[in-house]
């Protein structure tokens, strides 16, 4: 099977702190709480734009850790929208956050 979540953060360029997630499963928008949808998912990256292929600056949780740090949230976010509440799914949305997570400053537009 895909992955049945898509994700994207709704600003590109460089104003990245006044986006938004847009999460869907299966086409399907999900409404995640202010407090999630206006902030970095704490993913693993390199989020420097001066330097994007610098290890030393990479920071977030990589996969299987976020899961375990998200677990108790992810388990209800998933009840409450009727997704199955299974290790599959949760890696499945771990890696549609990912490749869109962003953190403060990594845009350069504050600078």
Not at 71 to 87: N, Q, R, S
Request: contains cysteine; glycine residues 10%.
């Amino acid at each position: 099977m895909t992955n049945p979540f898509t994700a994207r953060w709704t600003i590109t360029g460089n104003n990245l702190c006044l986006g938004q997630w847009e999460i869907r499963y299966l086409g399907r928008l999900l409404e995640l709480d202010p407090g999630r949808r206006e902030k970095d998912m704490g993913s693993f990256g390199i989020f420097s734009y001066i330097f994007p292929d610098d290890d030393d600056l990479a920071e977030g949780l990589p996969e299987d850790d976020w899961i375990l740090e998200h677990v108790e949230w992810l388990a209800g976010f998933f009840a409450a929208h009727d997704i199955p509440v299974d290790e599959e799914h949760m890696r499945w949305f771990y890696q549609a956050i990912n490749p869109h997570d962003w953190r403060c400053g990594s845009c350069g537009g504050c600078i």
